[in-house]
């Protein structure tokens, strides 16, 4: 079986994803807690008093918002 190489997946901040969509990123932290944004996911704190992780995937926001990212790889 030949292992292949996984790329790392980008991904963006509450407060990048708040900017574009013209939103606090409170709004978007708040709305990934309650699963309402189909592009990212929140992770509740393990010890009570911790900090919430946010996980935003790049490519699924920007689909989200209407936006087509530009790959620097490609030929004009």
């Given amino acids: 079986m030949e ?3 996984i790329k790392p997946v ?3 901040t509450p407060y990048e994803a708040g900017k574009i969509l013209h939103a606090n990123a409170e709004t978007i932290r708040a709305g ?3 699963s309402r944004f189909p592009f990212g996911t ?3 704190p393990e010890e009570e ?3 919430w992780n946010y996980i935003i995937i790049k490519s699924k926001f920007l ?3 209407g936006i087509k ?3 620097k790889n490609e030929k004009n």
Wanted: cysteine-free.
């Fill in 69 to 71: 990212e530009v790959n």
């Fill in 49 to 51: 008093g911790g900090n």
């Fill in 10 to 12: 980008d991904t963006i």
């Fill in 42 to 44: 929140a992770i509740p």
């Fill in 32 to 34: 990934l807690r309650q």
């Fill in 3 to 5: 292992v292949t190489q």
């Fill in 63 to 65: 689909e989200y918002a």
